[in-house]
């Protein structure tokens, strides 16, 4: 959940520094720091609060050509000036920067005071940088050797980056269950937390494993496991451009990826039927294993989570496989029933999320087979699963989550198509026609884009409302979740998403004069499921709710007070359209209400601790 940035080149370091930290504030913006090579003694400004505040406190800043820089969210210590990264040792000549937590942290610190060493700060990080200033002097000023030392004494997760003085142009990394990645330019080097931080620069990445070591100079890179073997750098091409990484002319990143969801979800469509076939290559699972599956898995978390949710009802209905869906950071306390006829499927936009990390692993304990739905590539769930199926959403960088759960739902949908088809409970025509009803989703997406404007003006209507619920049945439960999820963690809205059904087992007490309750409209009449959302309207509007209705073109809604049209689709495929317009309805309540809307408070938008 921090950013990490170092830098390594010809150029003024402080530049790809801060425009590193700048793209990956989304990760968390508690406070910002940066520490320049400088010989003698390093730079070192840091600020509590937004990167913004670092800027104004940088005054003139060295013309130095290495260092590293780091953006907060607090776990060990408040977010104070003090507690910020880098920290450094009593010689004021190493840095150290890191995201994630060192778990040994106070027996550490406890050793180090005994041996004189003082601490500044309230963090966990802080007794790495004293630990790795004896190591290195133990080891003759090598800080490879010192981190890899270092390295073996800790433990938690971590990305580490340090710096000394004494040789400003080389810059030391680690990683253990948190990202890393070595960006390959010309005569400059980088290291970040995710490519975004560099892609302005180059296209060439390198990603690392766990707890390898690495150290980079402006013309050179190393790489050794933590006994100082050798490895070989894996290098990757970065396909995302830097545009991409960029507001491209809207006021907020949520806005602009909510308008890229058209393209998103086209984009993972791509080239899925081929002979009039599913073609999911990736999944790594010959037609004999997929046949003998007898279960589904989905792990995820949040929005994430929705996205299995809405995956459960296309799977069971088409590939008849049972499906269980769980949030990641539950499942791993418990004894699953997994085995190799198991499929775990683990749904992460940014593949770094520990909770989901952590349960996977927790999966492939007991035999089962894991593919990861993923935006990011050679994240670690990917690489720690046995297939990858990539969403095509482009960099999300938003907290709030938009087009990776549109295309993750899409991308579940493939899988379930290619199950059915398999397996033999669709017949091709069914999966041709299924298939082809999804690729009109971008067309409808795009549809409802352009008709947010009146779904604007009602949403200032509510924007003193201290309650909002969410009402959904079938598919459209998650829609609820997740209507909810996105309004509370913008605009700090107390929402609930209900299932239709229970409503009167308890949520209809909640209802007072004026409770605006949105409810997504089934759009089949099969189980009676629309008319019962119909029941569920009147009931809310007779204790006083004002109804908001989301719905097809031409379902008639009696009691409705605003009804919000969405192009018809198959019941299936609904929750990819219904989602825009409570994506747009939080998005404008947070504008009116003044939340910061791509960073909103306490969050972080990849979420590397558990
Ligand atoms: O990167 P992931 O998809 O694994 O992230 C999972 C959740 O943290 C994420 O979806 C979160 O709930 C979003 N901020 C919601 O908008």
Known sequence: MCGIVGYTGPQSAVTPLIEGLRRLEYRGYDSAGIALGTSDKLFVEKKAGKLSNLESALGSVPAVHSGIGHTRWATHGGPTDRNAHPHL????????????????????????????????????TESVAHLLSDLRKEHNGNLT??????????????????????????????????????????????????????????????????????TITPTSISITDLEGNALKPREYQITWDAEAAQKGGYPHFMLKEIFEQPKAVADTLLGRMIDGRISLDELNLSDAELKSLQKIVVLACGTAYHAGLVAKYAIEKWAHIPVEVELASEFRYRDPIVDKNTLVIAISQSGETMDTLMALRHAKEFGARVLAVCNTNSSTIPRESDAVIYTHAGPEIAVASTKALLTQIVATFLIGLHLAEVRGSLNSSQVSEIYNEMLELPSKLEQILETVEPLRELTRKFTEKNTVLFLGRHVGFPVALEGALK???????????????????????????????????????????????????????????????????????????????????????????????????????????????DQPRNLAKSVTVE
């Open 487 to 597: 309004l509370k963690e913008l605009a700090y809205i107390h929402a609930e998403g209900f299932a239709g059904g229970e409503l009167k087992h308890g949520p209809i007490a909640l209802i007072e004069e004026g409770t605006p309750v949105i409810a997504i409209v089934p759009n089949t009449h099969e189980h009676g499921l629309d008319e019962k959302m119909l029941s569920n309207i009147q009931e809310v509007r007779a204790r006083g709710a004002k109804v908001i209705a989301i719905a097809s073109e031409g379902i008639e809604i009696p009691g409705a007070a605003h009804i919000i049209r969405i192009p018809n689709s198959p019941q299936m495929l609904q929750p990819v359209l219904a989602t825009v317009p409570l994506q747009v309805f939080a998005y404008e309540m947070a504008c009116a209400r003044g939340t910061d809307v």
């Open 89 to 124: 040792d009593n010689e004021g000549k190493l840095a150290v920067i890191h995201n994630g937590i060192i778990e040994n942290y106070s027996e550490l610190k406890a050793e180090l005071e005994k041996h004189g060493h003082k601490f500044q700060s309230e963090t966990d």
């Open 145 to 214: 050797i010192a981190m890899r030392e270092a390295v073996k004494r800790l433990r938690g997760s971590f990305t580490l980056l340090a710096v000394h003085a004494d040789q400003p142009d080389l810059i030391v990394g680690v990683r253990r269950n948190s990202p890393l990645v070595v960006g390959l330019g010309d005569g400059e080097n980088f290291m970040a937390s995710d490519v975004a931080a560099f892609i302005e620069y180059t296209k060439r990445a390198v990603e690392l494993g766990q707890d390898e070591v690495v």
